[in-house]
């Protein structure tokens, strides 16, 4: 069964830290990404992570907004998917999903949500000022 689960949501001050993670199951998983979402507006592209086929290269892909502040990894013997923010703003504060392709990823379609078919139920961040 497919299945994608966020956890590591919460809530900081302005510079804090955190770090989400994503527990995937179902299969083996090459292209992944995080998305977040705030009321009345579109779920927006952050972070992905993708490669071809296990024991390949695998790269990273950020939106311009968390670029040097939040990192996204994987840890391939448990099939998770983690994304360290650093440095959280009062606008990074959403809902945050996990979401996986069917297949892989490159370049600019790592952006684009159309392409994610598989979606975690979302996890709060709260940035403070």
């Known amino acids: 069964q497919v299945r994608l689960v966020e956890s590591g949501g919460g809530s900081v001050q302005t510079g804090g830290s955190l770090r989400l993670s994503c527990a995937a199951s179902?299969?083996?998983?090459?292209?992944m990404g995080w998305f977040r979402q705030t009321p009345g507006r579109e779920r927006e592209f952050v972070a992905a992570?993708?490669?071809?086929?296990?024991?390949?290269?695998?790269?990273?892909y950020y939106a311009d907004s968390v670029k040097g502040r939040f990192t996204i990894s994987r840890e391939n013997a448990k099939n998770t998917l983690y994304l360290q923010m650093n440095s959280l703003k009062p606008e990074d504060t959403a809902v945050y999903y996990c979401?996986?392709?069917?297949?892989?990823?490159?370049?600019?379609?790592?952006?684009?949500?159309?392409?994610?078919?598989?979606w975690g139920q979302g996890t709060q961040v709260t940035v403070s000022s």
């Open positions: 992570l993708s490669r071809r086929a296990v024991n390949t290269d695998t790269y990273q």
């Open positions: 979401a996986a392709v069917d297949g892989y990823c490159s370049g600019p379609g790592c952006s684009d949500r159309r392409l994610y078919r598989h």
């Open positions: 179902g299969r083996t998983w090459y292209g």
